[in-house]
């Protein structure tokens, strides 16, 4: 079994800053690319920023500049720096991660969410 377990959530002041996190546990032989999420309400879940197993990144244009995706392999984990912060970023962000199992298959594994909310 593979859990994704975020952290990090809440609610911000527009402008201010959050760290959202994401770790691994369970058993599997490594992990590919990671990524996070959103999904606002009554609207489909967008990719924010992905990241892959050897750091190149990518970012949706609506927050390049201002988000930062990094990940610790030792930690199996990986963090979502958001900073200038604005209302529209309100949404919940789920983590994701291509697992590679034990018997060689990758599966695509999502953490629960956690809810971002930025006032004005």
């Known amino acids: 079994q593979v859990q994704l377990v975020e952290s990090g959530g809440g609610l911000v002041q527009a402008g201010g800053s959050l760290r959202l996190s994401c770790a691994a546990s369970?058993?599997?032989?490594?992990?590919?690319?990671m990524g996070w999420y959103r999904q606002a309400p009554g609207k489909q879940r967008e990719l924010v920023a992905v990241i892959s197993s050897y750091g190149s990144t990518n970012y949706a244009d609506s927050v390049k500049g201002r988000f930062t995706i990094s990940r610790d392999n030792a930690k199996k984990t990986v963090y979502l720096q958001m900073n200038s912060l604005k209302p529209e970023d309100t949404a919940v962000y789920y983590c994701n991660a291509g697992v590679v199992t034990q018997r060689f298959t990758t599966v695509d594994y999502w953490g629960q969410g956690t809810q971002v909310t930025v006032s004005s």
């Open positions: 369970g058993s599997f032989l490594s992990i590919n690319a």
